[in-house]
Nanobody
Framework: QVQLVESGGGLVQAGGSLRLSCAAS????????MGWYRQAPGKQRELVAT???????NDADSVKGRFTISRSYGKNTVYLQMSSLKPEDTGVYYC??????????WGQGTQVTVSS
């Protein structure tokens, strides 16, 4: 069973920064893709940023130039550096991993709140 544990969320003022971390219970080499999704109150979960095992990244238009996804294979951890945060970035941020069988794994989520 794969476990993904997110951390780093919190309350920040608009214009501030946060770095989210997602620690996986097994080597992230074993996943075809990993990334971050978020869900705002009353809205559907949406993609924020992902990367594939081939190195291709995919960022939502709303976060381009502000958020950066990265990973550490040695620590089996994926990061999301968020800068120039806006109130509309508020939501629960979830880490996702997809394996070669297209099984999806999710973390428990971490709350990010951006005050205006």
């Amino acid at each position: 069973q794969v476990q993904l544990v997110e951390s780093g969320g919190g309350l920040v003022q608009a214009g501030g920064s946060l770095r989210l971390s997602c620690a996986a219970s097994r080597s992230i080499f074993s996943f075809n893709a990993m990334g971050w999704y978020r869900q705002a109150p009353g809205k559907q979960r949406e993609l924020v940023a992902t990367f594939s095992s081939g190195g291709t990244t995919n960022d939502a238009d709303s976060v381009k130039g502000r958020f950066t996804i990265s990973r550490s294979y040695g620590k089996n951890t994926v990061y999301l550096q968020m800068s120039s945060l806006k109130p509309e970035d508020t939501g629960v941020y979830y880490c996702n991993a997809r394996d070669i069988m297209k099984n999806d794994y999710w973390g428990q989520g971490t709350q990010v709140t951006v005050s205006s």
